[in-house]
T-cell receptor
Framework: AQSVSQHNHHVILSEAASLELGCNYSYGGTVNLFWYVQYPGQHLQLLLKYFSGDPLVKGIKGFEAEFIKSKFSFNLRKPSVQWSDTAEYFCAVRDNNNDMRFGAGTRLTVKP | NAGVTQTPKFQVLKTGQSMTLQCAQDMNHEYMSWYRQDPGMGLRLIHYSVGAGITDQGEVPNGYNVSRSTTEDFPLRLLSAAPSQTSVYFC???????????FGNGTRLTVT
């Protein structure tokens, strides 16, 4: 079975700092890629997804992610974070056997 | 539009007790699934269903049963609760197998 790795367990940033959260997966075939966000006390919500086409995808709230096939990566970025971005972020990968795996999550704390 | 509804929100069980976690969606989604979320491990798939009458095992199915008698409902049964099943459980649905998931608000289960 494939695996999904998120390199950072906890990231602490000040407001207006730039964000990049890493995500790598192990499956070598065709994949669908997702980033979900979980705000404190809430359920997971979709931030953005990649199925095919332009490897740079834009999501809600100013987030974007870049799919680099050669690196098996799908890193999440935001140029300038806000206090309201404090949340846990999960990368998820679905392979062509429809096996969907989530990373362990990265907790982001943004200091005002 | 309620989306994905999970009940109860909180539950405490004693070892050996059984219970059912309820999940209902009103979006006519074919695909439904159950995940458990544990610190440092992200979300792990327990069971899923691609339509009424069809269920299959995910990554961590042991100790759990599911059934899908209608499109709307996908209950998760704990047959004999164990402390290792202490977790937060999320139900999710999507229109079809490879589309983004819609999550419920979760059930926090503690087994003593």
């Amino acid at each position: 079975a494939q695996s999904v790795s998120q390199h950072n367990h906890h990231v602490i940033l000040s407001e207006a700092a730039s964000l990049e959260l890493g995500c790598n997966y192990s499956y070598g075939g065709t994949v669908n890629l997702f980033w979900y966000v979980q705000y404190p006390g809430q359920h997971l919500q979709l931030l953005l997804k990649y199925f095919s086409g332009d490897p740079l995808v834009k999501g809600i709230k100013g987030f974007e992610a870049e799919f680099i096939k050669s690196k098996f990566s799908f890193n999440l970025r935001k140029p300038s974070v806000q206090w309201s971005d404090t949340a846990e972020y999960f990368c998820a990968v679905r392979d062509n056997n429809n096996d969907m795996r989530f990373g362990a999550g990265t907790r982001l704390t943004v200091k005002p | 539009n309620a989306g994905v509804t999970q009940t109860p929100k909180f539950q405490v069980l004693k070892t050996g007790q059984s219970m059912t976690l309820q999940c209902a969606q009103d979006m006519n989604h074919e695909y439904m699934s159950w995940y458990r979320q544990d610190p440092g491990m992200g979300l792990r798939l327990i069971h899923y269903s691609v339509g009424a009458g069809i269920t299959d095992q995910g990554e961590v199915p042991n100790g759990y049963n599911v059934s899908r008698s209608t499109t709307e409902d996908f209950p998760l049964r704990l047959l004999s609760a164990a402390p290792s099943q202490t977790s937060v459980y999320f139900c999710a649905s999507s229109p079809y197998l490879n589309s983004p998931l819609h999550f419920g608000n979760g059930t926090r289960l503690t087994v003593t």
